[in-house]
């Protein structure tokens, strides 16, 4: 990292992508005879020139509305994307709970998804073990800790994603509206921990359509707008431009 103090950094970064249309035989055959002219594919850009800080500690909101980039931007900021231009860097331990279930081995059992993903996440063998009981108790899971989780219902798997995640002690923690497919008590428990988090100074980056959830959470918000910051600053006041946005839009 180019400062000491930055636990994300974002420097004019750019993600594009190929929206391959399904065409017609005959649109597909008139395409080749006026010899491949014009394109079968569109190209645009879901992220154009996004610039931005957060600093250590930090407690971000990730706003707007859909399709505006928001998970775009948090897979660039989990390197599971890579920018076709612009720097992302970021501290070296960022645990994304990004997509329910994404790092799961669907024919492992939870306990050895727990070893998998606590060993992605850059947790030595010996650490898991001494983690293990705390994880499945955490999760929730119980008994079903022994079942493959292709039998875990989404809410289950949230719960053992969200578990192992916390235990890792990451110093940057993304979040992406992963609460949406957990029960309420399970919810609570979850914005507990990650006020928890919050408090013991971890910088969090969290992406939720829940204002008021968001508001609770962070200091800081960055608004999306088709691919572009809009607003970044103190959280309150970027709701209120979010909520005003929304209602000129209905
Ligand atoms: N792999 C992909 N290939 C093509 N287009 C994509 C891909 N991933 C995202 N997009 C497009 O990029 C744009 C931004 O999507 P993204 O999921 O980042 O938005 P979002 O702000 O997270 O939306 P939401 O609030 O609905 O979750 C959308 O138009 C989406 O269709």
């Given at each position: 990292m180019a400062s000491p103090h930055l636990a994300i950094s974002c420097r004019g970064v750019r993600k594009h992508f190929v929206l391959r249309h399904t065409r017609s035989l005959k649109e597909a055959v008139m395409w080749l005879l006026r010899?491949?002219?014009?394109?079968l594919s569109k190209s645009f850009d879901a992220l154009h020139d996004v610039t931005f800080d957060v600093r250590d500690g930090e407690t971000v909101a990730l706003l707007g509305l859909n399709g505006s980039g928001k998970s775009t931007l948090l897979k660039l900021l989990s390197g599971v994307l890579q920018p076709d231009a612009g720097t992302v860097l970021t501290r070296k331990r960022v645990a994304g709970l990004i997509?329910?279930?994404?790092?799961?081995?669907?024919?492992?059992s939870g306990r050895d998804n727990v070893y998998l993903n606590g060993a992605i996440l850059g947790m030595s063998e010996r650490e898991i073990d001494q983690m293990y009981d705390s994880i499945v108790e955490f999760s929730e899971i119980g008994e079903f800790i022994?079942?493959?989780?292709?039998?875990?219902?989404s809410g289950m798997y949230l719960k053992l994603a969200f578990s192992i995640a916390v235990h890792t002690d990451p110093e940057v923690f993304l979040i992406d509206?992963?609460?949406?497919?957990?029960d309420e008590p399970f919810q609570r428990k979850c914005i507990a921990k990650i006020k928890e988090l919050a408090e013991a100074g971890k910088t969090l980056f969290v992406v939720s359509h829940d204002l008021d959830l968001v508001s609770s959470i962070c200091e800081r918000g960055i608004l999306l707008e088709r691919g572009n910051v809009v607003m970044d600053g103190p959280v309150e006041g970027v709701v209120a431009e979010l909520r005003r946005r929304s209602a000129a839009v209905e």
């Open positions: 010899g491949r002219k014009g394109d997509e329910v279930g994404a790092g799961f081995h669907h024919d492992l022994n079942t493959e989780v292709k039998f875990y219902s509206e992963i609460l949406a497919v957990g």
